[in-house]
Every structure is written in structure tokens, then in C-alpha cells.
């Protein structure tokens, strides 16, 4: 529901009553089927999502078919295609609902026009941006100098509640390695 | 020089003379030789630094003492380790000079500063983190789903200046692959 980003945001900052209005007005809730598409990869962008209920992922397909997962994303998650969403270009992503899902839908234009009505959003936004390269820069430190059982470990630590709603595969893709690995991290693990 | 920097801002917004003025009275011109370290992993970070001449480039050590980089900069690039600037953690990275160098450096809250005293700022710089989260994605992106051979094709076309200021080790590590892989790979392509 609405009043889920409404919380989030005020969790971070006061918001105004104008502030609340335009969130209200631009803002549209949506009940999802497990599966349906959000983004699809090659198509223009011009949403962004805001989940408040499910898990949905973003992913890219290689020249081979094989899927790559960017991101997962459950309550009080943004999810879209950034990359399409900064440069105006196509998307090279494709977004989906891992389970019957809620998100409340911004064209993101509109989401950006509001930093230019409510000057507060700037330092906000700028805040939420810095926090989310932490957590890039973390993931390719991570990827590149832990083993696959150790980059296991950490997405379920870092996303407990994900594991869940997911398959095998989604999970393998987000790690970079094959279904077959993730399968004996998992039979070793249960073994300890 | 510092005129470089005030440039680069200038090519993305106007700059008033105070803010000109702040600029230059944080700002602190640095010449360094090569291989001096700017940061250290393991201690704490306060700086960051505007690249004017030379290479220098980020990286962790793994627990076999391994080197993984994380970004190279260049001429108008910036480097910190932005993990910890963010976080206000200790160093997870070290940042060193490959090359003598020549940066601006400055304390990391005097520059955040600059947003509370010429909002201005704000918008800009949102926009230059929303540009470094799309080259995040992409960096995410292309490790999983490309070769190591397009993966080095790529960082030749993104990066065309660095090559000559790194040497194998540099950029195996930046491209997650071994020394090996990546001589091989040159062989190939200095045959074609």
C-alpha cells in the first residue's frame, strides 16, 4: 500500500502535506500475478516501481540464452531497469514477479519532476544514491574475492527473506554460478 | 589544476563566485610519485580526491593476499574509497598512484558540506551518482555475462588512456581474470 513508502520516506525525512498530495497523485498501486513482466528487455522505460508486497527480480539474458539476475527486490524495494531509466535508452533488462507481488508504479518522469517541486527530495534522493553505490561497490568487491559458498552465505544473510520466493536458478544467477554448484554449497551446508 | 575541476562542474552547471571562492578555500593541490597510497585498507578515510594528471586505482587485498581493483582514475575522475566515505566505516580499500600524479584533495565532509551552503549542488551531484550507479549496473552486468576477452575488449574501448599507465597485473585484477588469461588473450588479439 501507498502508506508503506509513504512510512519509508518519512522514516528518513519530514514530509509536507503538498509533498504527501503529489506522492498521491502520481502514485499508482497495482496487484501483480507471479510472472507477469514489468520491463521487458529492448522495450523504452518510463516506470518505476516501488514494491510493497512479493519478490520481484531484474535480469538480462546473454548472447546464449542464459539468464544473469541484477537485482531482487521485496517490500520497501525499488525495482526498474536504472540503466534505461538514466540514459534514455532501451531496456537491456527484464523484470518480472517472482511471486504474486504488489508495487505501487511511477512514471519516472514524474518521480524525477518532484525534486524539482519539493527541493527536499535533492538530499534524500542524493543519500539514497550514495547508499546504493555502497552496496554496488560492495557486491563487485564481493564477487570478485569471495568463493561462490561464501557469496551464498552472505545473500542469505544480507537477504534473508528472498530465499523463499525464489528458485534454484534465480539465486544461481544472482551469484554468478551454476544451478549444479549452488546445489552442492546447499547439500554441504545441511550436511554442517 | 584546480581550474580543471571548476571546468568539469562548469561543463555541468553554472557556478557562482562564491561557490567558486568555497571551492578553491576547501581544495588542496597534491603532486605525488608514483606508488604513493592516498588510503590505506584498515584505516580511516576522510579524503577524497579529483584526479588532474596521472593513474591511480582502487583495489582490495582477499584473504590469500590477493588483489582485486575495483576502479581506476584518470585526468577529471574522482577516487576515494567510497564505501567507507558513505558508511563511515574503516578502509575496505587501498587507493595508490600508479603513475606520479597530480590530484585535488579534500576532506570528504567539507565537500559534503557544499551541498547545505549552495544547495545547487544537490541536483548536480545526483545526477553524477545516478551516472556512477548506471556504470555500476553495467560493470555487474557485463562481468556476468561476458567473456574475459570481450570484458578486456570493452575496458580497451571505456578506458583507451589507461592501458599505458597499468601493468598486466592492474587490469587482470580489474577484469577479475589471471595474469595468464589475459597474456593469452593479447597474443590472440595482437595475431588478428
Redesign the interface.
Known amino acids: 500500500m501507498l502508506e508503506d513508502l509513504i512510512s519509508k520516506i518519512e522514516s528518513q525525512m519530514p514530509l509536507s502535506i503538498d509533498a504527501k498530495k503529489h506522492i498521491f497523485a502520481i502514485a499508482r498501486e497495482r496487484d501483480l500475478k507471479k510472472g507477469s513482466l514489468l520491463i521487458r528487455e529492448g522495450n523504452s522505460v518510463n516506470k518505476t516501481f516501488f514494491v510493497t508486497a512479493g519478490c520481484l527480480r531484474s535480469y ?1 539474458l ?2 546464449n540464452g ?1 539468464e ?1 539476475t ?1 537485482q531482487f527486490a521485496i517490500k520497501n524495494w525499488w525495482i526498474s531497469d ?2 534505461a531509466i ?2 534514455n535508452e532501451l531496456a ?1 533488462l527484464t523484470v518480472e514477479c517472482l511471486t504474486d507481488s504488489s508495487v505501487i508504479e511511477f512514471n519516472a518522469k514524474e518521480l524525477d519532476g518532484i ?1 524539482k517541486l519539493f ?1 527536499e527530495f ?2 534524500f ?2 543519500h539514497n ?6 552496496s ?6 564481493n ?4 568463493t561462490a559458498e561464501e557469496r551464498y552465505d552472505l545473500f542469505l544473510e544480507q537477504y534473508p527473506d528472498i530465499e523463499q520466493h525464489t528458485r534454484n536458478y534465480h539465486i544461481a544467477s544472482y551469484l ?1 554460478i551454476t544451478q549444479q554448484s549452488l546445489s552442492r554449497i546447499r547439500v554441504k551446508k545441511a550436511k554442517n
Not at 136 to 141: A, D, K, Q
Not at 143 to 146: D, G, N, P, V, Y
Open positions: 538480462c546473454d548472447k542464459k544473469h541484477l536504472f540503466i538514466y540514459t537491456t525534486h527541493p535533492e538530499s534522493q542524493r544514491l550514495e547508499r546504493h553505490v555502497v554496488l561497490h560492495r557486491r563487485i568487491l564477487q570478485m574475492q569471495l554468478g
